[in-house]
């Protein structure tokens, strides 16, 4: 058991509609949807020169990480010595997809470099941190279900080793018809799938709004509410508000933020994989 906290200084959203009351509109039966979220707010918080070439799944990262930079009020000097830590379940699909197409129409030697470096998953992560200036660590974790508790993870221990004071933690996934087509064992039926980024500021420095920690192969707190999800629990779609993808843990987690800022009580965020691991993820009130 992990005795570190993570103090959440600030959130980020990229989602369907793009900000926050998309977790408030999601709530309302039949008003799911697959939409990406809307970028183009970046062309006003970043020179338009710099957002060439840039693909969606990096535009909406990066989008939720602005967002949640702006919401933990980091100075620049904060964001500079900061980490980057990024779970990602997909990574670039579109990007992906794109390269295997070119390869199928054009053959291996003709096939698109382009494509094939935005299909990396630590694209991502590498651009975010050119583009805000992070110089401290910088990496991407690749897990289905548990890639965000795998990143909440490596947060912690940068944070309590002392390496940094700052971390800048998040997923993203997005969608594509393609690879859909191709495994549709990857979601759950009458769900409409979800694509976005969720991004949290951590901190070893208080105050903070709330508190995060991260609990491997453990049951729920006695007392605790239980967000539940993961394609290890047969009841976990009953009630979502939105489908059982990569980003359910993340936005279970926002949600549950949301909550303890109105003064709930405990939130106990539980991720469940087929094969029997599963993450916890604590959500406290400040202390």
Request: with cysteine.
């Amino acid at each position: 058991m992990t005795a570190f906290p993570l103090l959440v200084a600030g959130t980020g959203l990229a989602y369907s509609r793009s900000g926050p009351e998309s977790l408030a509109a999601d709530r309302e039966p039949g008003a799911w949807v697959s939409a990406p979220p809307d970028t183009s707010p970046l062309a006003e918080l970043l020179p338009t020169v710099s957002l060439r070439r840039i693909p969606q799944y990096a535009r909406t990262a990066l989008l939720a990480a602005l967002s949640a930079l702006r919401s933990a009020a980091w100075s620049r000097s904060d964001i500079s010595r900061a980490a980057l830590v990024l779970g990602t379940a997909y990574g670039g699909v579109r990007m992906s997809m794109d390269f295997m197409d070119s390869i199928l129409d054009n053959g291996p030697q003709l096939s698109s470099p382009t494509a094939f470096s935005h299909a990396v998953n630590n694209v991502g992560a590498g651009l975010l941190s050119l583009l805000l200036g992070i110089r401290g660590p910088c990496c991407t974790l690749s897990q289905f279900g548990l890639s965000f508790a795998g990143a909440l993870t490596a947060a912690e221990t940068l944070l309590a080793s002392g390496r940094v004071e700052h971390v800048l933690a998040g997923a993203v996934d997005e969608l594509d018809k393609r690879f859909s087509r191709c495994c549709p064992q990857q979601h759950v039926p009458g769900l409409v799938p979800t694509q976005g980024a969720v991004f949290f500021c951590l901190t070893s420095r208080r105050p903070a709004a709330a508190s995060l920690r991260v609990l491997w192969e453990q049951e729920p707190a006695e007392g605790s509410e239980v967000l539940l999800c993961g394609r290890g629990s047969a009841d976990v779609a009953e009630g979502r508000w939105w489908d059982d993808g990569p980003l359910a843990h993340p936005l279970d987690v926002l949600a549950a933020l949301e909550r303890a800022g109105a003064g709930g009580g405990p939130v106990d965020c539980l991720c469940r994989m087929p094969d029997g691991r599963q993450a916890l993820v604590e959500v406290r009130r400040a202390s």
